[in-house]
């Protein structure tokens, strides 16, 4: 019956209101054309802090491509001071996914609700780059942030592929000696790859289990119990933040947000 | 004081405050900043028990007698850290300062500590500020936020060659203990804010202060246990860590603690509320009644006995600031109790 539920429109990039018309209901999207394949590209677009997809974190407000292949799309976070930089990097990289979809011929990201949105979304637009949407107030792009949260996804990750193998009866010592290849296959598995194939760390089927994600080299037996103990603290760390940022987005919004998951 | 199964807990709440973040305190151009402060503050009380939750009017501004209700009458409290947070350029008397705190506990002998704070882009007129902060209110303890806001800067870090200059001023004043809280903006913009190897610089070219770090540097645990290891003068403060994640998040919080307890260790781990983001008697209830659970994902972490809870609950915190706590709550055969409780050690006896 109405437009998607949003929080408000304070973005001063909002051009355009949400047309009204369709039903869109918890976590699917409406049946423009576009709309699945958008939020598909989406998927890949992570919060850099909890390596989790901005659409299972809930941050898609709402989804929109026009017939022309204009799309819209509003994005929200756990708080309106979250930190600016990690969200600059999310409104880039969603413009970035969305008009990589083929059919779209332009993108409007628009985040919502936050100190620094109207910057944020107005340097995106512009193509402007970090550093000159915050002028004097960022000397670099983001490109070292963005490898320093990579390499704690690969700890993270790290532990989620060998803790299964150690409950399994796996010896700590022969994990220094696995190959990638030879772990079997996960989706765990295949996020720690993809993860440190980005930040340019071996990847292959020959490559070890566990390296070290500053150098790449292989962790020595005299560094294992230490770079397991980090790889679950890290892991840790990074989960607990993901279920503070979730129950504080269901604070701040009663709305699920476009495929969003519920945390088990 | 709280008692439970014949054990008697001597409780410091080592992170809490007494704000004004109503409208009438906004300052005007920067009402969706005040705004926007509070109602995040809102939204971590949440994460808590729902009988808990407060209306976001009561939020914004409560009495002096909701905080000696809730923090003393029902929350066990024996003795209260209050830690200043000031955000003048959003609040107009500042959101809580020192002086706000100790107005309103000068009525209350001897149930708070009045930690203050400096801001090292305040050159001069701020080390006059903190030497007239320690002098008249007897602080031992600042809190530090280094995410502020000041005349167009969005933070600094405890690196800073002004910072150094600060810390070693404070030292000369007799402070003992510095309470970092990080946040989500610092200058340059395009690093992380929360980091915190500024920390452990200072911790290092400072051996002589204690480094409190809040919400045990959430969301950076994983770099705060790090440091913790290395600094023997680095300590956790558990502020959000109950507060937000042992009734939302049990298993993520039974992990917390296990990293903590294994990192850090129950010596060097302090109990705060966070009042008035949460009270602190459901939080003082429930960590008493807290066990690690027992499950093999959990089962590498050390336990948390009833020593280690009456450690963390009070007498670590009475160590670092002096306390007097009477002999009945010590925990027998520790070197911190003794010094707590003013016995000779066995080393001297």
């Known amino acids: 019956m109405s437009a998607p539920a949003t929080a408000g429109s304070r973005g001063a990039t909002a051009a355009r209101g949400a047309r009204g018309g369709s039903t869109p209901s918890a976590g699917a999207a409406d049946a423009s054309p576009g709309v699945p394949e958008l939020l598909a590209a989406l998927e890949a677009v992570r919060d850099p802090e909890l390596d989790e997809p901005i659409t299972s974190l809930g941050f898609v407000t709402s989804c929109h491509v026009s017939a022309a292949g204009d799309a819209q799309i509003r994005l929200r976070l756990p708080t309106y001071f979250c930190a600016p930089n990690f969200a600059f990097l999310m409104v880039a990289d969603a413009y970035d996914a969305a008009t990589a979809v083929p059919g779209v011929r332009d993108a409007e990201i628009v985040l919502e609700d936050h100190f620094a949105a109207d910057a944020i979304n107005g340097g995106v637009a512009a193509q402007a780059g970090f550093a000159a949407t915050f002028d004097g107030e960022a000397v670099g792009e983001l490109d070292g942030l963005r490898a320093d949260f990579l390499r704690k996804a690969v700890l993270a990750g790290t532990d989620q592929v060998c803790r299964p193998l150690l409950a399994a009866g796996t010896d700590p010592a022969r994990l220094l000696q696995l190959t990638l290849g030879e772990v079997p296959d996960s989706p765990p598995l295949r996020r720690l790859r993809e993860r440190r194939a980005e930040l340019g760390l071996a990847a292959g089927d020959d490559a070890p289990l566990l390296i070290d994600p500053k150098t790449g080299r292989p962790v020595d037996p005299g560094s294992l119990p230490l770079h397991l103990r980090t790889a679950k603290l890290t892991r840790t760390s990074l989960e607990a933040n993901g279920s503070i940022c979730r129950g504080m987005l269901r604070h701040r919004y009663d709305t699920p947000g476009q495929g969003e998951e519920e945390q088990p | 004081m709280y008692q439970k199964d014949g054990e008697k807990y001597f409780v410091v709440d080592g992170h809490m405050h007494y704000w004004n973040a109503a409208p009438d305190n906004w300052v005007p151009g920067a009402e969706q900043y005040a705004k926007g402060w509070i109602e995040c503050f809102h939204a971590y009380q949440g994460l808590g028990p729902p009988a808990t939750h407060w209306p976001i009017e009561h939020f914004q501004k409560y009495s002096e007698d909701d905080l000696m209700k809730d923090v003393f009458e029902n929350g066990y409290v024996d003795v209260a850290i209050f830690q200043p947070t000031y955000l003048k350029e ?216 009833t020593e280690g809870k009456k450690k963390i609950m009070g007498l670590n915190a009475a160590k670092l600031y002096d306390i007097d706590v009477p002999a009945e709550f010590g925990v027998p055969g520790t070197p911190g109790a003794h010094e707590v409780l003013g016995e000779a050690s066995p080393q001297t006896a």
């Open chain 2, 90 to 305: 959003w609040y107009k008397e500042g959101f809580n300062t020192t002086e706000r705190n100790a107005l309103m506990g000068e009525k209350h002998p001897g149930k708070f500590v009045y930690n203050t704070r400096f801001d090292p882009r305040d050159g001069e007129a701020g080390l006059q500020e903190l030497r007239r902060n320690v002098e008249r209110f007897g602080s031992r303890g600042l809190k530090l936020y280094t995410a502020e806001w000041n005349k167009g800067s969005r933070g600094y870090k405890l690196s800073d060659p002004e910072a150094y200059t600060f810390l070693g001023a404070a030292q000369d004043l007799g402070i003992k203990n510095i309470h970092v809280h990080k946040g989500p903006t610092i200058w340059p913009l395009d690093k992380d804010a929360f980091d915190v190897a500024d920390v452990d610089h200072a911790a290092t070219d400072f051996p002589n202060l204690n480094f409190i770090i809040e919400h045990v540097g959430l969301p950076r645990i994983e770099d705060f246990c790090f440091m913790a290891t290395q600094e023997p003068n680095v300590y956790a403060g558990l502020a959000v860590v109950i507060g937000g994640l042992m009734h939302a998040r049990p298993k993520f919080f039974a992990k917390v603690m296990g990293e903590l307890l294994f990192w850090v260790g129950e010596d060097k781990m302090l109990f705060g509320s966070d009042y008035a983001i949460w009270e602190p008697k459901w939080q003082v209830e429930g960590f008493v009644d807290w066990e690690m659970p027992d499950d093999s994902e959990l089962s590498d972490y050390p336990r948390l006995g």
